[in-house]
């Protein structure tokens, strides 16, 4: 594999990891840490030195023994996270280990995974997100206040000086008379 040939299957990995990155962080309330992009050009990396050199099934075994105590040694995953983690490492590996004679079936793959991200990622969060700022807000819940979405739109407005926003109720506490909601701004 030349120079060139290698810096061609990085820019496409590259360029597919940004789409599936920019798909995934469309939801309000939910964001990928963009340094899990790394994990893809890691793996890419691994792939390439494992074409290399002469491995055994031992090496397999022992990645495999390290990401699984990884797992379990940091922070849960969202179910979000943990499918860009997959299909970035899927790509990577297929990114360097399809054979280069066959470009167009690797683009084809290439082409079909991606797709199928944006279309599940669009299916799953129904619209694009327009507002990048969140804010949690306490509301006092009165006797005469009831959950209508103009009475909750009017309270948000009237507490924090927006006009154009969404909001999600999180919690409507009966003890202390109140209504958590996250305004996204």
């Known amino acids: 594999m030349d120079l060139n040939e290698l810096i061609g299957r990085f820019l496409l990995l590259f360029f597919s ?3 599936l990155y920019f798909f995934s962080n469309r939801k309000d309330n939910e964001t990928i ?9 890691c793996t890419f990396s691994l792939c390439y030195l494992f074409t290399k050199i002469e491995i055994g099934v031992g090496i397999g075994f022992g990645l495999f023994a390290i990401f699984s105590i990884l797992r379990f040694r940091t922070q849960s995953f969202t179910v979000n996270a ?3 983690l997959f299909a970035t490492i899927t790509l990577s590996i297929l990114d360097i280990m399809y054979p280069y004679e066959k ?5 084809f793959f290439q082409l079909i995974i991606i797709g199928f991200y944006i279309a599940a990622s669009l299916i ?3 619209k694009a997100s327009k507002y990048l700022n969140m804010v949690d807000v306490k509301i006092p819940l ?3 206040f009831s959950l209508e979405n ?3 739109r009017k309270a948000i407005q ?5 006009q154009d926003f969404d909001f999600k109720i999180v919690l409507v506490n009966i003890v202390l008379n109140e209504i958590e909601v996250q305004v996204f701004y």
């Not at 470009?103 to 683009?107: A, G, H, Q």
């Not at 009237?158 to 927006?162: A, M, V, Y």
């Open 124 to 126: 799953v969060n129904k």
């Open 150 to 152: 103009g009475n909750v």
């Open 82 to 84: 943990i499918i860009f």
């Open 142 to 144: 009165l006797n005469d």
């Open 17 to 19: 990891i940004l789409v």
């Open 158 to 162: 009237e507490k924090i000086n927006i």
């Open 103 to 107: 470009i167009e079936v690797l683009l």
């Open 33 to 41: 840490n963009p340094l899990m992009v790394i994990v893809g050009l």
